[in-house]
């Protein structure tokens, strides 16, 4: 009889116990939009939106970060560079600032070296042998390598994880420093193949339609891409991250200057009249406006 | 004076049958099979870089490799070094060789050497299979290379001394767990010491510098980074003699650490 209690006081403890779990996971779900908010094609943090939760998307997601930081360190000949701290801005650590060798917009400059140069450095003699034998140099006013060089890292990271915008207009960008007819034709290529895997971006069809528009001047095909960035801009205003409201930002700028050439004064104005709106912090956008007929 | 150099001789014997030892055992274990199951998946990764095509991946190819050869190697270092003294107690294998005339050092020092032996030999083959991958895409060397590979071997013989200390200390498991955390992990806490101590008052400061000349100094042992990307001269010679100087004096004192646990231990 007591072992017969005992038995039920513990099948009913079992119960309890995996009714709360299961409710706890149910909860676990409204909790998730919280902690772990919608993804952002754009950036690195999370990964891509149809694989988040799965191994394998994370595994993606990882490896093109990786990809991208190794991508970053071939620019730099093997030179680990890291942003500066506020902390350090204010000490006085100067920033290791890149010559204008064309090259420097390709990543933020905001950085200095990870192995810190002798005055930054308590270490004596410890400090001078790891400046000899890591790839570490004076940064000051450094150039970079030809970006040609991390092309095929583009290529492996949007081919491992699609989702990754970045790796997308970045690599557009690098296929572009070629200006011949069959350098723009693989960047937008290359740009088309990642809208297709990114439908919802504003950055790539933003960069498509620049493209097209500085390199062969076809502006009513210009004018399309910078259109669909222009409506996919304004259905995703609230989601947009800062990469994706700069590919906005352009598609604005880019959009206005093609209404001008084409003579449709019209069109012009009421694309800089929104972008002011949508931008009222931006600097281009009202003078283009002040200028409108 | 004879007698001087008849002592030297047997004490070289001693430690050469130590390392021996050590050696055999690791054959036993089949340890250099994961040697082999590790070359096999480096043959498999520069397959999966075929498919892409090398064609401007060879300092990515390289960078690839040398990373790769760093962890497999250290992963080999820790886990021989770390068990060697606990598994000869609980096997009681070691009490026919303290019965022996060897002292505890003579047998710490042997254990070290075959430990290091035993991973020399299995970088040195995973080396050999990842040179021949890249070689096979046109991948160069330079002769900074060669200089990678010795200043790597001798961070694996101070990877060696800290695990075997460690294993002196406590259990197996958990000597491998903080032998890791230190190979994989003194790089950062010295980055992190070097961001913190501008901001730090003196005393702590002086603290930061008691840490930093404590933790091993893996990285300074590591050229990958110069040798996987170009352009990057051979370092002076001085750093190698100053890198050779630091392995000695590191795994001497690490034996230290360890013999003056061992001599003691009741077995």
Request: hydrophobic residues 45%.
């Amino acid at each position: 009889m007591k072992s017969k209690g005992g038995i039920r006081a513990s099948a009913i403890f079992t119960a309890l116990g995996l009714g709360m779990i299961v409710c706890a996971g149910l909860k676990v779900q409204d909790v998730r939009p919280i902690v772990n908010p919608p993804i952002r094609d754009e950036n690195l943090d999370v990964g891509e939106n149809n694989a988040s939760v799965s191994l394998m998307g994370q595994f993606r997601s990882t490896a093109s970060a990786w990809l991208w930081l190794r991508a970053d360190l071939y620019l730099h000949n093997g030179v680990e560079m890291r942003p500066i701290s506020d902390e350090e801005l204010n000490r006085g650590v100067s920033v290791d600032n890149a010559r204008d060798d064309g090259h420097e917009k390709l990543h933020a400059e905001n950085e200095i070296t990870s192995v810190p140069s002798k005055e930054r450095d308590f270490r004596g003699i410890f400090g001078d042998v790891e400046r000899q034998v890591a790839s570490y140099q004076d940064m000051h006013n450094h150039v970079h390598n030809d970006p040609v060089v991390a092309m095929p890292l583009y290529r492996l990271m949007t081919w491992l994880d699609p989702q990754f915008v970045q790796g997308w207009t970045m690599g557009g960008m690098i296929l572009a420093r070629d200006r011949s007819p069959d350098g723009t034709k693989r960047s937008v290529d290359f740009l088309k193949e990642g809208w297709k895997a990114n439908p919802t971006s504003v950055d790539i069809p933003s960069q498509i339609g620049y493209t097209i528009a500085r390199r062969t001047g076809n502006l009513d095909e210009a004018v399309q891409y910078l259109e669909a960035a222009r409506k996919l801009g304004r259905k995703r205003e609230r989601d947009l991250a800062d990469q994706e409201r700069e590919g906005l930002r352009t598609a604005y700028r880019f959009l206005a200057l093609c209404y001008r050439d084409e003579g449709k004064p019209e069109l012009e104005k009421s694309v800089l009249e929104e972008g002011v709106r949508a931008f009222p912090d931006d600097l281009i956008l009202p003078k283009l406006l002040s200028r409108c007929p | 004076m004879k007698l001087d150099m008849r002592l030297r001789m047997t004490k070289l014997r001693v430690w050469r049958a130590l390392a021996r030892g050590v050696l055999l055992e690791s054959l036993r274990r089949k340890d250099l099979w994961v040697v082999a199951i590790l070359g096999f998946l480096i043959i498999c990764a520069a397959g999966a870089l075929g498919i892409f095509g090398i064609n401007g991946l060879q300092a990515f190819a390289k960078d690839l490799g040398v990373t790769v050869l760093g962890l497999f190697s250290t992963i080999m270092a820790v886990v021989t070094s770390c068990r060697l003294l606990p598994d000869e107690i609980k096997q009681r294998t070691l009490y026919p060789l303290l019965s022996r005339p060897i002292s505890r050092f003579d047998l710490l020092f042997g254990k070290w050497l075959g430990a290091v032996l035993v991973t020399w030999i299995a970088f040195l083959l995973l080396a050999l299979l990842t040179a021949g991958a890249l070689l096979t895409f046109q991948v160069t060397f330079q002769p900074i290379m060669l200089q990678y590979v010795v200043a790597k071997m001798m961070g694996l013989a101070v990877v060696c001394a800290v695990s075997l200390a460690m294993g002196t200390y406590m259990t197996p498991q958990a000597a491998a767990t903080l032998s890791f955390i230190l190979a994989f992990g003194s790089s950062q806490i010295i980055r992190g010491l070097l961001m913190a101590y501008d901001a730090s008052n003196p005393v702590i400061g002086w603290v930061f510098k008691g840490i930093n000349a404590i933790l091993p100094q893996y990285s300074l042992f590591d050229l990958g980074g110069r040798a996987a990307n170009t352009g990057w001269a051979p370092v002076p010679m001085w750093v190698m003699g100053f890198l050779l100087a630091y392995m000695l004096i590191y795994c001497l004192g690490m034996l230290g650490v360890s013999w003056t646990k061992f001599r003691r231990q009741a077995i």
